[in-house]
């Protein structure tokens, strides 16, 4: 996970007041170098001016600044003010997010509702991360008995004494692999299925 949920949350706060307080012409006179006032052609809602982002002939780039959202029929794309500031700057959103909140004074802002239901979260995912631990101990030492079984056997008497333990070598690595996958959902997978297995109380 690249954001933590707190990171996600207050950023969803941020880009939401960053709207809120630059508009898209703003965004364009700023970053953009452009004088809308000269150049603009009104449609109703929305008007046209040339591209900012490519050399056009002809005015082919919408914008709608009561949505503050903006289009280029030539092929640059379209989105929204924090995505047209990325482009004219050749920022990632993330970082015309970061310069745009620093230059705009907007500090991250949490609710009490939305502080609390985050402390909880964090709460159950350090349980998980406790218990995904203790799960990863338990097939970490059942391959390290396995492997200094195989290391006495001396005869295909001692080899036949293993067959039928032989195949949990593999079950173990799987899940091993999969415990400390990047991708969280199958880490949980893993840690239902495993923890009734290796520890007394069901998640």
């Not at 006032?37 to 005015?59: A, M, Q, T, V």
């Not at 015309?96 to 939305?114: E, F, Y």
């Not at 059942?142 to 056997?153: C, D, E, I, S, T």
């Not at 001692?158 to 415990?179: A, Q, T």
Request: net charge positive.
């Amino acid at each position: 996970m690249t954001f933590s949920t707190k990171e996600k949350k207050t950023s969803y706060f941020v880009i939401d007041e960053i709207k809120e307080r630059l508009s898209i012409e703003d965004a364009l006179i700023q970053y953009g170098g452009l004088k809308l006032k000269e150049k603009r052609r009104f449609y109703g809602k929305s008007y046209n001016i040339k591209c900012p982002l490519h050399d056009d002939l002809n005015p082919s780039f919408t914008i709608w600044p009561k949505t503050k959202s903006w289009k280029c029929h030539a092929g640059c794309g379209s989105g929204d003010v924090i995505n047209l500031v990325s482009k004219l700057q050749g920022f990632s959103n993330t970082e015309a997010k970061i310069m745009l909140q620093k230059q705009l004074g907007i500090a991250n802002k949490w609710s009490a509702n939305d502080y609390s239901e985050w402390q909880n979260e964090q709460k159950l995912l350090r349980g998980f991360e406790e218990t995904k631990d203790q799960i990863r101990l338990e097939l970490l030492r059942y391959r390290n008995l396995f492997n200094q079984a195989m290391k006495q056997v001396v005869s295909f008497d001692d080899l036949d004494k293993l067959v039928e333990v032989y195949h949990l070598k593999p079950m173990i690595e799987k899940y091993l692999e999969k415990i400390d996958s990047n991708d969280f959902e199958i880490q949980v997978a893993a840690v239902k299925h495993l923890k009734p297995l290796f520890l007394e109380v069901n998640i």
